[in-house]
Each structure stands twice: as C-alpha cells, then as structure tokens.
C-alpha cells in the first residue's frame, strides 16, 4: 500500500512512496520486563516453568532481578494458585499464559541466536528478498502504508521509516529519503489474567459457549469501568506512567483487548469521550456483537471541546438482549428544578452554582433473549433496568455528591414502582465506603448526624432530611468478604470487611481506595460469580495506575448474575 502526496515541480508529478523496514542483527535482542529500555541478559526460567508469558521472565541484571523479586514472585504465586487451589479449571477472563518450555532459575543469557534460554515466544519469519544491507546489518521491507503496527517478529529489533519522493512517470527516486529509526520494539505488556471467581456455593462453572464465553443457562454479566478519558490523562497527574504508555493511541487499543477479553453481556463504561465513543468504541465493539448507548454530560460549566466532553457508555450484546427504553438524567436540569421549589430567592444563583456540575446518568431498560430457570413464570418477559453514573464532583461539595446520588435512586424507584423490575447501579460515585453516598446505596439510608450531612451550607438537603430510598441495592462484591471455600479466602485479603467492599478499585501515587460500585436489588437478582480483584503487589512496582499493563487509574469490576424468583407482594 502506498500513500500519494501530490505536488507539481519542474512540470513533474511527484508521489512519496513511505517505506518500512525492519533491521535484523546478527542476533535477536529480548528486553527487560522492569527497564524496557535496556537489554535482557538473565531470564528466570521459574516463569518459563510455570507458563507465565515470557516477556515477564526477562531482566537486565542480576540486581534488577533481585530488587523486583518480591513482586516478581507475586506471577509465580498466582501461577501457583491456579494450578493447586482450582486444578486450571477457573476461567481465565483476561488473556491466557502461553507455554514456552521449562528449566531452571536463573539462567543467564549469552545474547546470542543460539542460546537456548534466550526466547521471544515465537520463531521469527522474515521475507526471503534482502532489501538492504549495512555493515553487519540486513534490513527487511516490512510495510508500505501511512502507519505500521509492530508484529512479534519485530520484537528486539529496530525499524526504519522511509519517505521516498518518486516521479509518478518514471517511477524513479527524486532526492534523498527522509529516514527515522525507532528504538528497540518492546513486548507489549501483559497483565496478570484475572479470573471469575464462583461465590453462589456451587461449584458448576459453567460451560463455554460457541465464542469461548464462561456462561451457565439463566445468568449474564456485568461489567462496570472507568476508562480514564483522554482528557484528564495528562502526564502531570501521571507522571510515573511512560508517555507512550499513557497516550491514547496506546490505551483505547489496551482497554479494547481488556473490555473485548471479559466478554461480558453488559458493559458499562465511564469517563468516555463524545469522539472516542463515536469513533472508536461503537463501532469497534459493534464487531464483537454489543449494541452501544450513549450520554455525554452536559456543558453548563465545561468549556473545552464539545466532542471532547466525556459521559456514560452502556453496550449489550445483541444475541443476549435487546433495547426496550432509555432514560437520560442530567442533574444540571434536576438542579434547576430543586432550587426553583426549595431554596430561598436570595441563594437560588448560589446553589444553582454549587449544583449545577454537569453529570449524567444513562438508564437502559433491557429484554433477556435467554431462558431464565426458576422464574415466575416462564413465558413472561424478563426485563432488567441497568443504570450507569459518574459522580464527579470536587470532594469538598459533600451535599452536591449526596444529593446527585439521592435524585439518581429515586428516578430507578419511580422505575422499579412501575415495571417491578430487576435492577443494576453501576459507576464511578467518587464515594469511599462509609461515605454518605456509599451508606444511602448499601444501607437504604443515612444517619442524620453522619458528618459528611453537615456540610450544608446552603440548605441542599434540607428538603431531603430523610435521605432514605426503598430499593433492596446490596453491593455485588460483598460475598468476598464473608466468602469462605476454595478460592475465596485469597480475595477476602483483598476486602474491608468492616463495610463489605475492595480495598481499592482507583490507584494512584496520591490516592488509593474503592470509588466504583455495582449494587444489585437482592429480591430478584442473585450473585453467582465475580471477577477476581487485584493487590497492590500484583501492580508493577514502584508504580500505580494508569500502567503499561492496565490502561486506567481505575480496576473493572464484573459480576455474573442469576434472575430469582421474586417474593410476591
């Protein structure tokens, strides 16, 4: 493929031709798994023996290797866990190890093609015509295209952009070529695969389906995620993570392999942009079978980019429901309302300035095209109302964060009054565990004289003094925290037992702990599996998210579900 730049000089049309090469040494050249920039001479063939993907197995010192071991031993642990405690039979949700071989620890590579050790995980094919060659040096066209995506042939080696002017008529070069060299291709980080973790107390895992999906008749499953938009990615905030780490062309292409790997029914995503979703997500996911639904927020008090504001994604995947109605909260117009009703003249502007934040919330009401066993009655229409939020508010407007979560629940309660339907809350809430919003969604309530409520200055709340909703909503990963069995105990290391929740689900070098939810109404729905949480020891060392290996500063959360048999009224 070529890209034609047109231009008329000396009665001549002139094409420029880009060329890729790739340059093949004498020897191929693995990369350290803590210094990407530096060559590999030790492999730890622990690793190698225990299936964990080779690029992990790399370092580029003997003391490199000693100082990240305590992290290091971490892959080996897990690798451990999954063969012991669950026979390899716990689903893999996220990627899957790929077997190189075994051998012993520590051993040390030469550099060399020949050394036994020294392996990329795949055998190298080149194309039989030598294009160029330079001392000691082959270089290999590998492309003629505006942008070239590196293969795990290149892994090791250095490539060449070319920008060559060719006469159209005769074909031929005019002038000297624009040239570029890259660094050495790195692997591309892989993170630990996390794994569905059953808590129902059975111990059916289900079967795959046709596309490799864990899935047993009756269930589905929800993801919640926050992607961390573009905008707010800046290298100031994330000065730890690697620039080209954090750049977007890198990070959607990493959230879409995370996203696609979960196979999740239902996807809920925030912090999406207007452009990424339009230009990226739809459409991409729209290849793996999801229907997409979209909410930007508003923009009373944004001011950048219109098609750069962020907002709520929700996607199904079409074989496994289908759209029957959607409802879109904005609280800037909730909050107009409130203060036209309930708030004195003299401090209408004032709290219209305090509420109005832009954020939104997309609620979707869906049909399962599946059968669901043990429901009421079998020909009825099963339906499930999925909310998705962000709660992005500044931390110091307690009564702004409370009162958007209040108007929020008592939208889903009008709708569960009227359909008597199954529900899903799920998002980013900016709210810790024990928080007033967190208490008001878990607890159906808050104590009146809970701190947070005195921040009040101009009387929010007042005309919400019960601040109380009557939805059953418990939070789906509690089981961890009072799970005991195979399996569960390890998570349980990762759950605040006193409120029920992980210990983190957003990390960062300024903050670490649990911001994201997914809250299910416990009369029609029940948890029969969750997606494993991370450790801080499972992060790359002396880092925090957003990483090279996962591409947000939050975790995903994800919980399989099985309708119930509601109670009758």
Sequence with gaps: ?????????????????????????????????????????????????????VAKSYHCSPKCFSDAWQHHRVLHDHAASSVNENGNEEEEIFG????????????????????????????SLYPAAVTQRSGGETWFEVGRSKTYTPSADDIGH??????????METKLPVGHPNTILTSRVIPAPSPIPRRLIPVSGTDMMGQLDSDGRISSSGTFTVLSYNI???????????????????????????????????RADIVCLQEVQNDHFEEFFAPELDKHGYQALYKRKTNEVYGGNIHTIDGCATFFRRDRFSHVKKYEVEFNKAAQSLTEVAVQTTQKKAALNRLV???????????????????????????????????????????????????????LEKIAASADIPMLVCGDFNS???????????????????????????????????????????????PFARGVGLGLEHQRRKMDITTNEPLFTNCTR??????????????????????????????????ALPSPEWSSDHIALLAEFRFQTRPRR
């Excluded at 049309?13 to 060329?19: I, K, S």
């Excluded at 997309?362 to 009825?380: C, M, T, Y």
């Excluded at 649990?514 to 450790?535: C, Q, R």
């Design 510 to 543: 300024d903050f670490i702990g649990t911001l994201d939810y997914i809250f299910y109404t416990a009369d029609s729905l029940t948890v029969e599996a969750l997606l494993e949480l991370l450790d801080e020891d499972s992060l790359r060392k002396d880092t």
């Design 1 to 53: 493929m070529e890209l034609l730049w047109w231009a008329v000089r000396n009665n001549y049309t002139e094409e420029c031709m880009e060329l890729r090469y790739r340059i093949q040494s004498d020897r191929k050249v693995a990369v350290c798994s803590v210094h990407p920039s530096e060559q590999a001479t030790l492999q730890c063939l622990g690793c190698v023996k225990a299936k964990i993907p």
């Design 357 to 411: 934040k832009d954020n939104v919330a997309l609620i979707v009401v869906l049909e399962a095209k599946f059968s669901n066993q043990g429901a009421d009655n079998p020909g009825k229409r099963q339906l499930l109302c999925v909310a998705n939020t962000h709660v992005n508010v500044p931390p110091e407007l307690k009564d702004v964060k409370i009162w958007q979560v209040h108007t929020l629940l008592k939208g």
């Design 228 to 262: 961390l938009s573009d905008t707010y990615a800046s290298s100031e905030l994330y000065s730890y993570c690697p620039s080209w780490a954090l750049s977007w062309p890198y990070r959607r292409q990493n959230l879409l392999r995370e996203i696609v790997g979960y």
């Design 432 to 478: 810790v565990p024990g928080s007033a919003p967190h208490l008001l969604l878990a607890m159906g309530k808050v104590d009146p004289l809970h701190p947070e409520l005195l921040v009040d200055p101009l009387a929010i709340l007042r005309p919400h003094s019960k601040l109380t909703h009557q939805l059953p909503l418990v939070s789906a990963y509690s």
């Design 96 to 123: 899957r190890f790929n077997s190189t071989g075994s051998g012993v620890v520590n051993a040390t590579l030469t550099g060399s093609a020949s050394s036994a050790s020294l392996t990329n995980g795949s055998t």
């Design 158 to 167: 250095v490539l060449k952009f070319e920008c060559v002017v060719v006469d």
